[in-house]
């Protein structure tokens, strides 16, 4: 294993920074992308910037990727960068499809252009199912997105499945539902949920405002998730996965969990907010998880529960500073 060398875009994201670790246990020289801007956001990487290459590139922008991918000759590209909030890609609909759809293929390019043995792994999304047509949803099932970003990941999933068919390149697309942590962004629900659970409980917070309870996802460990990524990689032939624990619950659930975990009842503080209620809501994501148990060998680790108290354990440690 040693010597392998892996570019990843999107490196200061939760998976990003959860990957770096995996491939850097594995004895990979790890190289991540970031955007260059005014003030550099590397907090999720910190305990790892003397491990890790940070080169500065942008999806927009293909010059910058060619040079990424001529430069560190990656035997292993992990494509992770994304416009990824679902809510801002009713806002930024356009920039959502130059990043999150477009993105793709240029990154694509490059590697077939500078380092066409390279393996490609393409983060594709639960939300190019929306409005489901089956329950659980497999690696079959039809697309049916319900927003700019849902619509933006099923053209980079076709483009990344076209580069394997008709460039011979080693090309997968990972169908990850959603996948949490203690690094997920703020803005994100689960994230806000046991941030302000943690909030309430140290008198910081009075309230939490939601949109939809009703909504169920199928959550999971981002930390186990990126371990499918590498798997996907390892294989002899390129193929699509879906990643999931194959269980669903509701954010009604996720709250009752979070705020037991701080020793609260949600009942008292939690208020429903038509603001945030979406415009077109995608009302039941749940993965079968069947073929990656099967053809990877991979299974979840980390339960719901213990998911949502690892959550909110690190909320608490972090706002206890």
């Given amino acids: 294993m040693a010597g392998k060398k892996a570019l ?7 998976d990003g920074s959860y990957l770096a670790e995996l491939l850097l246990e594995k004895g990979y020289e790890v190289y991540g992308m970031v955007r260059r801007a005014s003030v550099e956001r590397l907090d999720r990487v910190e305990h790892l910037k003397d491990r890790i290459t940070v080169i500065h590139g942008d999806l927009t922008d293909q010059s910058s990727l060619d040079l990424a991918i001529s430069s560190v000759q990656p035997d292993e590209v992990y494509n992770l960068a994304a416009q ?9 609909p356009i920039l959502t499809g130059e990043v999150t759809g477009l993105g ?7 590697v077939r252009r500078f380092k066409p043995d390279a393996r490609f792994y393409q983060a594709s999304s639960s939300e190019m199912f929306g409005k489901v047509m089956e329950v659980p949803q497999t690696e079959k099932t ?7 970003y849902g619509v933006a990941k099923v053209y980079g999933h076709y483009i990344t ?8 390149i080693y090309a997968c697309s990972g169908i990850l539902f959603n996948h949490e942590s203690p690094r997920r962004g703020l803005e994100f629900v689960t994230r806000k ?7 309430i409980k140290l008198g910081m917070a009075k309230e939490l405002r939601l949109g939809n309870l009703d909504a169920k996802r199928d959550w999971g460990f981002a930390g186990d998730y990126v371990e499918a990524m590498w798997l996907m990689l390892q294989q002899d032939k390129p193929d699509d996965f879906v990643v999931a624990t194959g269980e669903t619950h509701s954010v009604r659930e996720f709250v009752e969990l979070a705020f037991g975990a701080a020793g609260l009842d949600w009942k008292k503080y939690v208020v429903t907010d038509p603001k945030f209620f979406r415009p077109a809501e995608v009302e039941l994501l749940i993965g079968s998880p069947k073929k990656a148990e099967e053809k990877l060998g991979w299974k979840p680790k980390v339960s719901f529960q213990g998911l949502v108290e690892m959550m909110v354990e690190g909320d608490m ?4 500073r």
């Fill in 8 to 14: 990843i875009t999107g490196l200061t994201g939760q």
């Fill in 84 to 92: 990824s909030f679902v809510p801002t890609s009713w806002n930024q």
């Fill in 104 to 110: 793709v293929t240029k990154m694509l390019e490059a």
């Fill in 142 to 148: 039809p697309f049916y997105p319900r927003s700019p």
């Fill in 161 to 168: 499945l076209n580069y394997r068919e008709s460039y011979n």
């Fill in 193 to 199: 949920i046991t941030h302000t659970a943690a909030k």
């Fill in 317 to 320: 440690k972090l706002l206890g």
